[in-house]
């Protein structure tokens, strides 16, 4: 029941979004008409990168009450990075198939496991556990600069999430335009 909640909310933003996305990549297109779709791709990439790695920063120092929303965050970001770039390879992404694709993306960019979910958030489940060991041994001033520790580190596993739904998508949807058609039989 969850699952198919979770399901329906994400088609909600994933058909919400498809708008957004394409004024995007056409924006993208105007501002640099000689641009490969690759270096389109990695400017798409960059930015979403920018927004992850602000977001992790942040989420990093207020722990694990966070991880959710990072979480929420970072798959938001994704999920429309994906999408661009399939716009970018002339996806028509209001189809069934298309939107299987890019979920497909998605889920194999982040390796669709639970072992991904605790890597995410080991830094901040550290980084709690370490406040709360030195504050409870008298060093509280200390404890309180752990978490800005692990700020950077999520910051910089957002980042890396990111990057590899790009290189994802390109790989995808690159190769997909690249395969010999077939001819129609005579």
């Excluded at 105007?30 to 930015?47: F, G, H, I, M, N």
């Excluded at 299987?100 to 830094?123: H, I, K, Q």
């Excluded at 489940?125 to 800005?148: D, F, N, S």
């Excluded at 950077?152 to 690159?174: C, E, K, T």
Aim: hydrophobic letters at 45%; a positive charge.
């Amino acid at each position: 029941m969850l699952a198919a909640a979770a399901k329906e909310r994400l088609w909600g933003v994933y058909v919400g979004e498809i708008a957004r996305c394409r004024k995007r990549v056409e924006e993208l297109r105007e501002k640099y008409p000689a641009a490969s779709v690759q270096e389109l791709s990695q400017r798409l990439t960059d930015t979403k990168k920018a927004w992850a790695s602000t977001g992790g920063a942040v989420s990093g120092l207020f722990g694990l009450m966070l991880v959710p929303a990072d979480l929420l965050f970072v798959t938001a970001l994704q999920l429309t990075l994906i999408m661009e770039i399939a716009l970018l390879h002339r996806v028509n992404l209001k189809s069934d198939r298309a939107r299987d694709e890019v979920f497909e993306v998605l889920g194999y960019s982040n390796g669709a496991d639970t072992v991904n979910l605790a890597g995410r958030a080991g830094p901040k489940l550290l980084a709690r556990i370490a406040e709360k060991a030195l504050t409870k041994r008298g060093l509280a001033q200390l404890g309180r600069a752990v978490p800005v520790i692990a700020s950077p580190v999520v910051a910089f596993l957002n980042n890396r999430d990111l990057q590899r739904a790009g290189q994802a998508a390109v790989r995808f949807y690159g190769t997909i335009r690249e395969l010999p058609r077939r001819r129609p039989a005579t």
